[in-house]
């Protein structure tokens, strides 16, 4: 069965450092691979998506990721953390048009001064 | 556009009482899905519709929960009789597409509180 695991529930922060949050997927036919993230009391809003081609993709708020297939990895990472990002992250994947996306736990961001 | 609009944004009711969630999604997808969100399970998909279609509603919790699709423009999400294990946030989603190729897009959500 499908699904996707977000090892880290929770993780901070300081203002200015770069961050990792990480994402693995199971099943082995390749994947269509998604990040969302979701402010205090809002909805999740797409970050970037991985579809096939350069595995590194580029998303919005300066957030990118990389597929790693051999790790079964899509990683989440920015260069350098604004108090602004603290927010929860999930990962989500797809194989198919026909079925919907498995969506990982989550982990929430804290970002500290 | 508008986004994907979900009413009310806030319910406070008792245990007991009828729940009614509703969304209208974006003009022009195809796919619709209802999920809830808790601290304790995250966010679990409850069912969703293509062309205004059932396709799985596996997640549904329990007979209590129902959801229709009567146009493409409107959905509801149904607690009847509500209980205090349904206290959540109740997420609306449309996309282009019911698989992997289209992006879902969510709504604020219903944040319920069923005392």
């Known amino acids: 069965a499908q699904s996707v695991t977000q090892p880290d529930i929770h993780i901070t922060v300081s203002e200015g450092a770069s961050l990792e949050l990480r994402c693995n997927y199971s099943y082995g036919a390749t994947p269509y691979l998604f990040w969302y993230v979701q402010s205090p009391g809002q909805g999740l809003q797409l970050l970037l998506k991985y579809f096939s081609g350069d595995t590194l993709v580029q998303g919005i708020k300066g957030f990118e990721a990389e597929f790693k297939r051999s790790q079964s990895s899509f990683n989440l990472r920015k260069p350098s953390v604004h108090w602004s990002d603290a927010a929860e992250y999930f990962c989500a994947v797809g194989y198919s048009g026909n079925t919907p996306l498995v969506f990982g736990k989550g982990t929430r961001l804290s970002v500290i001064a | 556009d508008a986004g994907v609009i979900q009413s009310p944004r806030h319910e406070v009711t008792e245990m007991g009482q009828e729940v009614t969630l509703r969304c209208k999604p974006i003009?022009?997808?195809?796919?619709l899905f209802w999920y809830r969100q808790t601290m304790m399970r995250g966010l679990e998909l409850l069912i969703y519709f293509n062309n205004n279609v059932p396709i799985d509603d596996s997640g549904m919790p329990e007979d209590r929960f129902s959801a229709k699709m009567p146009n493409a423009s409107f959905s509801t999400l149904k607690i009847q009789p509500s209980e205090p294990r349904d206290s959540a946030v109740y997420f609306c989603?449309?996309?282009?597409?019911?698989?992997?190729?289209?992006?879902?897009?969510f709504g604020p959500g219903t944040r319920l509180l069923v005392l």
């Open positions: 989603a449309s996309s282009l597409s019911q698989g992997a190729f289209g992006t879902q897009y």
């Open positions: 003009s022009g997808h195809n796919s």
